[in-house]
């Protein structure tokens, strides 16, 4: 079994997952920094809350580089 990118997967749904995750993933943040609440993830296999501070100097920092 080869593992293909999902980008050249048959499904157009499955090609679509991708967008829509990230999609999701910034609607979280940004729904996070409204309510002043951490955001909950996974790296490297470990549970790590990013308080709402982090993610507001990480979207300032992202929105300056944009300007």
Known sequence: ???RPISEAKDP???ASVAAMNRAA???R???IQTDTSLVVV???QIVR???K???EAAAKQKSKSL
């Open 1 to 3: 079994m080869s593992a």
């Open 30 to 32: 940004e729904i996070a």
């Open 26 to 28: 910034e609607l979280a």
């Open 13 to 15: 749904d499955l090609r």
């Open 43 to 45: 790296i490297n296999g």
């Open 54 to 56: 982090e993610l507001r």
């Open 50 to 52: 990013i308080p709402a």
